[in-house]
Every structure is written in structure tokens, then in C-alpha cells.
């Protein structure tokens, strides 16, 4: 059973930075692909990035592509979402999940493990 905590969460203004970690225990991290959701209030959860199990690949949603880094440290069982440039549609509940995939993952249904979320809101 893995168990994942988010931190990092916050306020922050529109066009700041914040940075979100998920630490993992309970498992072989290495051996998940991770990634990021986020359930802004009444809507779906949706995804926001992936990366493979070794960290070589990743894969962002549209809205979050070129502003948004995911990054892992197998090392340190540890996944990083910087999150640049923000803005008021990125506030929401975000969520670290993990797959028993080697490649990256997008849909929620691939994924095994959830984290209980931290909360991002954007003022603008």
C-alpha cells in the first residue's frame, strides 16, 4: 500500500509561482509513474501532469503546458509540480496519484493511489 502527502499549497496572487510536493511511503516508488489531478470546486477531477517511472518522460495538460514542472527524485521518494505564471483558473484541490506503470499516465482510471490533496487558490 503506498501512501502519498502533499504539501505546498497555498495563496498566492495571479502571475506568482507556488510549488507542490508529494512524498510517498509504503512502496517501491521507483517502481510508479506519478502524477498531479486537480478538482476546482464544482467540477470534475481533472489532469494536470504525469511523469514516467524513471522520470525521463512527462506529459502535461494543455492548460498547464509551459508553465507547469513535474519532476521526481527516485532518492528521495518525492515528486515536484512547479507551478508557474498561475492564474485564478488554476485554483483548486490538487491531488498526487500514483500507477503501476512504467510510462506516464492522463487518465484518472490508471491510476492506483491517491493523496488527500492540498488546496491552491489564485487571487487575481
Known amino acids: 500500500q503506498v501512501r502519498l502527502v502533499e504539501s505546498g499549497g497555498g495563496l498566492v496572487q495571479a502571475g506568482g509561482s507556488l510549488r507542490l510536493s508529494c512524498r510517498a511511503s509504503?512502496?517501491?516508488?521507483?517502481?510508479?509513474?506519478m502524477g498531479w489531478f486537480r478538482q476546482a470546486p464544482g467540477k470534475e477531477r481533472e489532469f494536470v501532469a504525469g511523469i514516467s517511472r524513471g522520470g525521463t518522460t512527462t506529459t502535461y495538460s494543455d492548460s498547464v503546458k509551459g508553465r507547469f514542472t513535474l519532476s521526481r527524485g527516485n532518492d528521495k521518494n518525492t515528486v515536484v509540480l512547479q507551478m508557474n505564471t498561475l492564474t485564478p483558473d488554476d485554483t483548486a484541490v490538487y491531488y498526487c496519484?500514483?500507477?503501476?506503470?512504467?510510462?506516464?499516465?492522463?487518465?484518472?482510471?490508471?491510476?492506483?493511489?491517491w493523496g488527500q490533496g492540498t488546496r491552491v487558490t489564485v487571487s487575481s
Open positions: 496519484a500514483a500507477a503501476q506503470s512504467r510510462v506516464a499516465r492522463s487518465k484518472r482510471s490508471d491510476y492506483d493511489y
Open positions: 509504503g512502496g517501491s516508488f521507483s517502481g510508479y509513474a
